[in-house]
């Protein structure tokens, strides 16, 4: 069975799209997956919402790009960073092949995709804008 591709513009990426990525067949974590998800989603907005329309609107009204198929896929991969991070507080892992593994907190991977933290695109403020200090 192939699974659907979905619209690389589509926003914001659902349950079932996290799940294909993770290949999770089961739903006994949905509950926790869905609300990881909307807190990556949350944040991604929040982040990149200066520079991303995520309205839907086609073409988009604002001048600014839409979602892009990375965009998407690493909100994916952010919610399931967090999924991996949540059953792991002291951040380490048990497993049975190599014994115990750090799960680190950070994804350089990740935030090249959602081109956050030091892959951030520089803005520049303009020169009538308010400054922050005084």
């Given at each position: ?50 520079t ?62 959602l ?7 520089p ?12």
């Amino acid at each position: 069975m192939t699974e659907p591709t979905p619209d690389p513009h589509r926003w914001p990426p659902d349950l079932g799209d996290l799940k294909v990525d993770a290949k999770i067949r089961d739903s006994r974590d949905d509950a926790k997956l869905s609300m990881e998800l909307e807190a990556a989603v949350a944040y991604v907005q929040g982040v990149r919402g200066g520079t991303v329309d995520f309205t839907g609107a086609d073409p988009p009204a604002t001048g600014k790009a839409r979602p892009t198929s990375t965009l998407r896929l690493g909100t994916i991969r952010l919610a399931l960073r967090w999924h991996a991070r949540g059953r792991s507080p002291d951040g380490m892992i048990a497993s049975p092949d190599v014994g115990s593994v750090r799960v680190s907190s950070g994804d350089a991977d990740i935030d090249r995709m959602l081109r956050v933290g030091r892959y951030a695109l520089p803005v520049l403020q303009p020169e009538d804008a308010p400054t922050r200090y005084p």
